[in-house]
């Protein structure tokens, strides 16, 4: 069993950034990779990147690469989303999931436990 909570999330101005953490607890936090997604109102639930077990690889989608960067403290059992030069756009329910296989796909079936989300809005 994995537990996820995130926290971070807020309402920040267009061009701001804001740091989602991802907290874990249960299985050994080293032993899956996590991924970030994030869900929109009428929208359907869209990758947004993920980190391998160790932190040393990761992937983003199309619309991160750039401006948001994944990185992971195993020490702290903790997944952080940094999230720069935000756009209204990028206004939604941030998830994080545990990837128990380490694939890091970036389809959300794929994944095997999740978080309540932390939502983030971004005004014009």
Known sequence: QVQLVESGGG??????????????SG????SYAVG?????????REFVGAISRSGGTRYYADSAKGRFTISRDNAKNTVYLQMNSLKPEDTAVYYCA???DGSMRS????YDYWG???QVTVSS
């Open 116 to 118: 309540q989300g932390t």
């Open 98 to 100: 545990a990837d128990l």
């Open 11 to 24: 309402l920040v101005q267009a061009g701001g950034s804001l740091r989602l953490s991802c907290a874990a």
């Open 36 to 44: 970030w997604f994030r869900q929109a109102p009428g929208k359907e």
């Open 107 to 110: 389809v959300s079936e794929e």
């Open 27 to 30: 299985r050994t936090f080293s």
